[in-house]
């Protein structure tokens, strides 16, 4: 079955460092894959998104690329930010309906 | 576009209990989810609705698990009895832009919080 693999956390950085959180997946077909993003004391909520191979989604600074060939979705931030603490969920989908969500990364952000 | 209001935001019930969760989509979408996330884990699909009609409940545990939409609109889920696994937050979630769907793309309710003592 469809599965995803995050990096584990927690993952603790400094302002402004860079940020990598590593997201590799398992499906059957040409899954749609997303990054979700849960700020504490609030829903899930989309952060970006990439529906086919080589395509690049962005939001918030942040950036992932679609990679067929490695079935990877890494999540990168250049420059991050306090108020970028949250727990990060890479999912898939593949046409189905149904979602998978990776395990979560749990990011803190110290000044 | 507006949001998806859930309630109890938090329960404490002992095991064998029997709880309810109501989650609403407010704009009218026309499917629907009920997701279970256990502490540490990644939302896992219970239920999908489109309109009242059940799309795929193979991971709801039928046995104590139960799920209805009645006129397509807002969305009960029930537990009973409760185990003390059934700990976890229900989240309900529809698509996010109805006008340009894509599946996965998904808008979360902020969760019912439950704890099974």
């Known amino acids: 079955g469809d599965s995803v693999t995050q990096m584990e956390g927690p993952v603790t950085l400094s302002e402004e460092a860079f940020l990598t959180i590593n997201c590799t997946y398992t499906?059957?077909?040409?899954?749609?894959l997303f990054w979700y993003v849960q700020y504490p004391g609030e829903g899930l909520q989309l952060l970006l998104k990439?529906?086919?191979?080589?395509d690049k989604g962005s939001n918030k600074g942040f950036e992932a690329t679609y990679r067929k060939e490695t079935t990877s979705f890494h999540l990168e931030k250049g420059s991050v930010q306090v108020s970028d603490s949250a727990v990060y969920f890479c999912?898939?989908?593949?046409?189905?309906?149904?979602?998978?969500f990776g395990d979560g990364t749990t990011l803190t952000v110290k000044p | 576009e507006a949001g998806v209001a859930q309630s109890p935001r938090y329960k404490i019930i002992e095991k064998r209990q029997s709880v309810a969760f109501w989650c609403n989509p407010i704009?009218?979408?026309?499917?629907l989810y009920w997701y279970q996330q256990i502490l540490g884990q990644g939302p896992k699909l219970l239920i999908q609705?489109?309109?009242?009609?059940?799309?795929?409940d193979s991971q709801l545990p039928k046995d104590r698990f139960s799920a209805e939409r009645l006129k397509g609109v807002d969305s009960t889920l029930k537990i009973q009895p409760a185990k003390l696994e059934d700990s976890a937050v229900y989240l309900c979630?529809?698509?996010?832009?109805?006008?340009?769907?894509?599946?996965?793309?998904?808008?979360f309710g902020e969760g019912s919080r439950l704890t099974v003592l």
């Open positions: 704009s009218g979408h026309a499917t």
């Open positions: 999912a898939l989908n593949t046409n189905a309906g149904k979602s998978t």
């Open positions: 499906a059957t077909g040409y899954p749609s």
């Open positions: 979630a529809r698509v996010l832009n109805s006008g340009s769907f894509i599946p996965g793309e998904l808008f």
């Open positions: 609705f489109q309109n009242n009609g059940v799309v795929d």
């Open positions: 990439a529906t086919k191979a080589d």
